[in-house]
């Protein structure tokens, strides 16, 4: 069956604007009637609620962290893109849009990338105008530094702070509308189930973190705005509270889930140290600008690197990719990396990783240059490592670090669960296979202040909606079904922790789920992840209780859902016979060792539907290009 | 064990909630590696304690990489612990020595009650923020984002105000639990930027009340909320709400 994603009929550069015109508009003295449920408050959530509230609709704002400040996109670093070629160096709507399809190789939906570089523009305005205070030029205009893959200098930045100033003009645009009293906010708040009425999503069931109490909030319409599941690999750059739960409660409650095997694992993190881990440590792509990755061109040089002399390195990226050198795209720095060490060529401890130097940058603009650039992210790097990059070269090594993967949305962003949004991270919509550098800011805060103002509206003015409470008795059985899980869990009472469960399952995922890929491994890992579940089931052991601040009773619902992830990731790379972006299989590359795509038969989404079975449904949207012609990806 | 790593005492700060009475228990760290953040301590810590069927140390974090004002306790009775400008999350042990005995407490402060153990409630910094911490610019409503100049040194004063993480270790080491580096520093923040000035005199007075009616102390230049800022925040950003508090005030 093939899938209709309601894309405007029109060019390219004028859907958005017809859909704007003809948009359904819920008059002012209806909005006040509806009320909208929005989980997450991350950019996107948070944008969503401002704006929306703004509107004048009826918000109800779950977090999961104590205060919506603290949403993972509080630590993304290296800044926004937008296009508004204020460098005079060519930048242009079509070109932040053609650089963001063939980024994301050819795996996203036009009429979807078109719009959000249409929209890019607005997004700096909007938060200029908030006050977040992005870098200024001693004229006092904005500067702008440039990222990976791309040949124009359009990211916007707030220091290596980015996420962070974005995140708290969001939030302050939203405790605006809390003080105005069209927003009521639930921090705390762990959302454990989609409840759909009719077919139409009409409410959430959650968990108070603090008193662990189950509550049920019905509402017109739900938007999700929960980020990625990068956690699967238990290492990530993820924060300890970024998980599936809320994404996948929804998808067992009938909405698709889109190309999960399609993970970014990005190449500049600080190595791992050992087993005690709990996180990796993301340096900024920003990094690259002036950092040169490199390794001995012998694996038997073991000099300390002041001591290897140029011609006996290997800048392999200036080597294999002239043309963009450092910062060709994600997907192809976190390989080469990878590659090199397999090859025996890794430096540090453990052989797992490569240098990246800043010595040339430093000579040719000083040390005050580059202090000034990325002060915080050396002082970041001194504190975890105990080295320091002005006079050491940095040690990094790939980590997982965005999911382009999520729950399947329609140009509206709704799921194909009528009444259910989902915006930034947690949906699949707009970097295809792999996601370019300073895009997820971009993208969750078009999907909260831009698109979904308008889209909801569509959808609210048209929806004949009953009257619906908590006193309807899909509220209660779904309020059972969630006290029954969390009964289970304690009922276990085995050996393992949590936290070890998670570990072995990220081992596994990372081995064969992670950088790359093949045929027997994705079985294997199927084999494998089925039987640690089962242990999962019946080994696990959890202190305390479900009425109490339990840190590790949320860990276990977490991992519980990661397991029936991984399973699905799995399937989907197993099933996805090609190498594109983030998804590399060994049995799909060039001679060369660089991605081979099968245009002729994936240039699909691929969708995968709970049927309760161990297999899920599996279905296809079928993506055209109008506008842009697929060609090899080359950054040579 | 290999040779650098630590054997160590803990007494940490164990309490069911506001209601119920707290107090310190020992716990013993064994074989800690130097690498370890603070928090991987405790998560070692925590794991031998459910092994044994123990209830574990609850504290929180979450980026692990100091900035999202997650974590926050008190080490050996310095807010965030020893490291100059650092988060607990980004403390690692090697700042610490084999035998070392650490006391670890919460954030206290009346505006701070406890949780669980080392986890308090800042609702208290969202109520302030509540209050005006914001530039009332609709979505929507912008104009070009070049057609505000503002100087670098202003930009880079406004960043150095906006880098507050909302951790609250500046309420935790002033001995008058004050909330005033963390308010003026928003304050601060949006005053000297062009964009903040409309509403600057409406904003400076309804967060200040805020904070008191929280149950913050008032400032008496003691400057330790600065001394333990993981995001050294100045405290001249203290001095700055208060000249804007007067001029809201002598401009009424």
Redesign the interface.
């Given at each position: 069956m093939a899938i209709d994603a309601n894309i405007p009929s029109g060019s390219l550069d004028e859907k958005w604007t017809k859909y704007k015109s003809n948009v359904k508009l819920v008059s002012p003295a209806n909005k006040r009637k509806y009320n909208v449920i929005v989980v997450g408050t991350g950019l996107a959530g948070a944008s969503a609620s401002a704006s929306l509230a703004e509107l004048g609709y009826n918000i109800k704002t779950f977090c999961i962290q104590d205060s919506p400040r603290r949403a993972h996109s509080v630590a993304a670093q290296g800044g926004i893109n937008a296009a508004k070629n204020y460098q005079n160096d060519g930048d242009s709507i079509w070109r932040l849009f053609y650089d963001t399809i063939k980024g994301g190789d050819y795996r996203s939906r036009e009429a979807n990338v078109h719009r959000l570089s249409e929209i890019s523009a607005n997004i700096i305005d909007q938060c200029t105008a908030q006050g977040v205070p992005f870098a200024r030029e001693y004229s006092g205009l904005l500067a702008n530094r440039s990222f990976g893959g791309v040949q124009v200098s359009r990211t916007f930045y707030a220091r290596g702070q980015t996420g962070q100033q974005l995140l708290l003009g969001a939030y302050s645009a939203l405790m605006r509308q809390v003080n105005t009293g069209k927003v009521d906010l639930f921090a705390n708040r762990e959302m454990l189930d989609l409840v759909v009425i009719d077919g139409k999503a009409r409410g959430i069931v959650c968990r108070n973190l603090l008193t662990g109490e189950i509550e049920s909030y019905s509402a017109d319409a739900v938007i999700l705005a929960t980020g990625g599941y990068g956690n699967v690999f238990y290492l990530s750059t993820n924060g300890q509270n970024s998980n599936v739960t809320a994404a996948w409660r929804c998808y067992k409650k009938g909405a698709y889930f889109a190309n999960p095997c399609f993970t970014q694992i990005h190449p500049t993190c600080i190595p791992v140290s050992g087993d005690y881990q709990s996180k990796l440590t993301l340096m900024s792509e920003g990094l690259r600008n002036d950092g040169r990755a490199w390794v001995p061109k012998s694996g038997d040089d073991k000099r300390p690197p002041s001591e290897i002399p140029d011609e006996d390195r290997d800048y392999y990226l200036e080597r294999k990719y002239p043309a963009f050198g450092n910062l060709v795209p994600r997907d192809i720095a976190s390989r080469a990396a990878k590659a090199v060490c397999d090859e025996g060529r890794g430096v540090g401890e453990t052989g797992l990783s490569v240098y990246l130097d800043f010595k040339t940058a430093i000579e040719r603009q000083g040390e005050d240059v580059i202090r000034d650039r990325y002060g915080n992210l050396f002082d970041m790097y001194e504190r975890i490592t105990g080295e320091n990059p002005y006079n050491v070269p940095m040690r990094i090594y790939p980590a997982v670090h965005y999911c382009m993967g999520g729950l399947w949305v329609d140009y509206g962003l709704m799921s194909n669960v009528p009444g259910l949004f989902v915006l930034g991270e947690a949906n699949f919509s707009d970097h295809g296979a792999n996601r370019l550098g300073a895009s997820a800011l971009m993208q969750g805060l078009a999907d909260g202040y831009f698109v979904i103002p308008y889209t909801i509206g569509e959808y609210l003015a048209g929806a004949e909606l009953k009257e619906v409470s908590t006193e309807n008795s899909e509220f209660s059985q779904s309020e059972n079904e969630v006290t029954n899980k969390i009964n289970r869990l304690f009922d276990i009472k085995g050996d393992k922790t949590v936290a070890e469960f998670h570990r072995e399952l990220g081992r596994l995922v990372w081995e064969y789920v992670g950088m790359s890929r093949s045929k027997e491994g994705l079985n294997k890992a199927i084999d494998e992840i089925s039987k640690l579940r089962d242990e999962f089931w019946n080994n696990l052991k959890i202190p305390g209780d479900q009425n109490m601040f339990n840190k590790y009773l949320e860990m276990a619902g977490r991992v519980a859902d990661f397991f029936e992830l991984a399973e699905v990731m799995a399937r989907d790379a197993l099933e996805r016979e090609e190498s594109c972006g983030g998804h590399f299989r060994e049995d799909h590359q060039t001679p060369e060792g660089e991605a081979l795509r099968d245009d002729e038969n994936y240039t699909h989404v691929s969708l995968w539907e709970y049927n309760g079975k161990d297999k899920p449904n599996f279905k296809k949207e079928d993506l055209n290009f109008e506008n842009v012609t697929p060609t090899t990806r080359s950054y040579k | 064990m290999p040779e650098n790593n630590l054997n160590l005492t803990l007494h940490v700060w164990r309490q069911n909630g506001q209601g119920s009475k707290g107090k310190m228990v020992e716990y013993k760290a064994d074989d800690i590696?130097t690498?370890?953040?603070f928090?991987?301590m405790l998560?070692?810590v925590n794991?031998s304690?459910?092994?044994d069927?123990?209830?574990?140390i609850?504290f929180?974090?979450?980026?692990?990489?100091?900035?999202?004002?997650?974590c926050g306790m008190v080490i050996d009775g310095v807010a965030h612990g020893p490291?100059r400008?650092?988060t607990v999350c980004?403390?690692?042990m090697?700042h610490f020595n084999n035998g070392d005995k650490i006391y670890i407490e919460p954030f206290r402060a009346k505006g701070f009650p406890v949780?669980?153990d080392l986890?308090v409630?800042?609702?208290s910094?969202?109520n302030i923020?509540?209050?005006?911490?914001?530039?009332?610019?609709?979505?929507?409503?912008?104009?070009?984002?070049?057609e505000?100049?503002?100087?670098?040194d202003v930009?880079?004063r406004?960043?150095d105000s906006?880098?507050c993480?909302?951790c609250g270790a500046c309420v935790a080491a002033c001995p008058n639990a004050s909330a005033s580096l963390f308010t003026s520093a928003k304050i601060s923040?949006?005053a000297v930027?062009p964009?903040?000035k409309p509403e600057s005199q409406s904003r400076v007075v309804s967060m200040v009340q805020q904070m008191d009616s929280e149950g913050f102390g008032s400032c008496s230049n003691h400057g330790e909320c600065e001394a333990v800022c993981p995001k050294e925040i100045s405290i001249s950003n203290i001095a700055r709400m208060r000249r804007e508090y007067f001029k809201a005030l002598v401009g009424k």
């Open positions: - | 590696s690498d370890m953040s928090l991987e998560d070692v794991e304690l459910i092994k069927g123990e209830d574990p609850a929180d974090s979450d980026c692990r990489e100091g900035i999202c004002g997650t490291e400008a650092t980004q403390l690692h090697r949780i669980k986890v409630d800042r609702t910094f969202d923020i509540k209050a005006g911490g914001y530039i009332s610019a609709n979505t929507g409503s912008a104009p070009d984002a070049n505000i100049l503002i100087p670098k930009a880079d406004a960043m906006a880098a993480i909302g923040h949006l930027l964009q903040g």
